[in-house]
């Protein structure tokens, strides 16, 4: 008979908000596998409906409203492709300024009345969650931020943040350096392979093309990706990139006597959803290629190095061994690890360092085992049971004996 895997974890209340159907459904299993005292499970609908019915305090400044509905608001604008302060643009603002003071106020007595301990959220950028956190952060409550893995079947579990805000931002060379590696778990970590995003059928079999000899391949990001909108403070989208990087490679090409090429993926997330059909029409006759359905893993392999503002994607070229770029904030911006250009004006030469330096493997081996095995929490979670939720379990506990 199988035994029951179970991890004690000490009495403590703990709150999950979720905002989607999926992490509502891993929450409550998480919820229902604790072995503490109450966990408070809701929705940022529920907690919304309760707010109504209670007394509206301004518990926040405007300054700390506007930080907290920022990404919320920027996410509708880029929907929107409209940045101007028009009519929807701000009524919208205000519907989420409305929304944000009713769900806080129920934070509020939600935390208070059930001495809440910790508090569990996804990403926490959106405004259902930042503001959850926000009042978290006000009546000193720990705060676990959650989101999906670099890895397949892992979990990010912070205390900071997720992406380029998560614990590990900042953290330079010298902390991966004493990292204690083992080679047969590094060997496994290199024959990885990613999940791809799966494409609409429609999408299937469309396109067969060969590729320039020589080639950046630069991906896009979800146009509303938080890592764009929030962590990226030279480019605001995808039509901006493209112009700043061809920019670059014109003048690399120029100066260096080269014939580069630059190669750019379409997000799977925005097919059907943005239309680049203007931007290509604009590089129809410059040195670029767009694509759709190529896998992203077999460009990285044709290319010589790979630039992104902040994408996951470079991480799957540094487990390629191929040099990377950055544009943006993100934690994996470690020097020795990747060229992390802050200047644009200086992007060609960015480009040249990339393709010259060689990359630094012990330090490569050292970051991804790091993040692999001691960051990351492997959990499937579209198998859930009481056996692999553990690893979840076991974190949790660990974050509440360093409260």
Request: charged fraction near 25%; hydrophobic fraction near 40%.
């Amino acid at each position: 008979m199988k035994k029951e895997v179970t991890v004690k974890v000490e009495s403590k209340k703990i709150f999950f908000l979720s905002y989607s159907k999926h992490q509502y459904k891993f929450f409550r299993f998480l919820r229902d596998n604790l072995k503490s005292g109450a966990a408070i499970l809701l929705s940022s609908f529920q907690c919304f409906i309760r707010g109504i019915f209670i007394r509206q305090d301004e518990l926040f400044s405007q300054e700390d409203i506007d930080k907290i509905v920022k990404y919320s608001f920027l996410k509708f604008k880029a929907r929107r492709q409209q940045n101007r302060e028009d009519f929807l643009n701000r009524a919208y603002y205000q519907y989420l300024l409305y929304k944000t003071r009713i769900l806080s106020q129920y934070y509020y007595r939600c935390f208070r009345d059930n001495n809440i301990d910790l508090v569990v959220v996804w990403n926490g950028f959106h405004m259902e969650a930042a503001s959850c956190v926000k009042v978290a952060h006000v009546l000193g409550i720990k705060t676990i931020f959650m989101e999906n893995g670099y890895f397949p079947q892992t979990l990010v579990m912070d205390e900071k943040g997720v992406n380029a805000v998560n614990s590990l931002a900042g953290k330079g060379a010298q902390f991966y350096q004493k990292v204690q590696v083992d080679q047969e778990k590094l060997a496994q970590l290199y024959d990885t392979k990613l999940q791809q995003v799966k494409l609409r059928k429609r999408y299937f079999g469309k396109e067969e093309m060969e590729y320039p000899r020589n080639f950046f391949f630069l991906p896009f990001q979800v146009l509303t990706d938080t890592q764009v909108l929030l962590n990226s403070p030279h480019i605001r989208n995808m039509y901006e990139l493209v112009d700043i990087v061809y920019s670059a490679l014109e003048r690399f090409n120029c100066i260096n006597n080269e014939d580069f090429w630059l190669v750019i993926k379409e997000h799977p997330c925005d097919f059907g959803r943005v239309d680049y059909s203007d931007l290509k029409k604009k590089y129809q006759n410059k040195k670029v290629v767009f694509t759709i359905t190529t896998p992203s893993s077999r460009l990285i392999e044709l290319s010589k190095a790979v630039i992104t503002i902040n994408s996951t994607v470079g991480i799957e070229a540094l487990l390629k061994r191929k040099a990377v770029i950055t544009l943006g904030k993100d934690f994996y911006n470690v020097e020795g690890l990747v060229h992390h250009c802050n200047d644009l004006l200086r992007l060609h030469e960015f480009m040249a360092k990339a393709l010259s330096e060689k990359i630094n493997n012990e330090l490569l081996d050292k970051f991804l085992y790091f993040l692999r095995y001691e960051y990351l929490v492997e959990i499937d979670r579209k198998n859930l049971t009481k056996d692999n939720i553990k690893p979840v379990l076991e974190r949790l506990e660990k974050f509440w004996h360093n409260n």
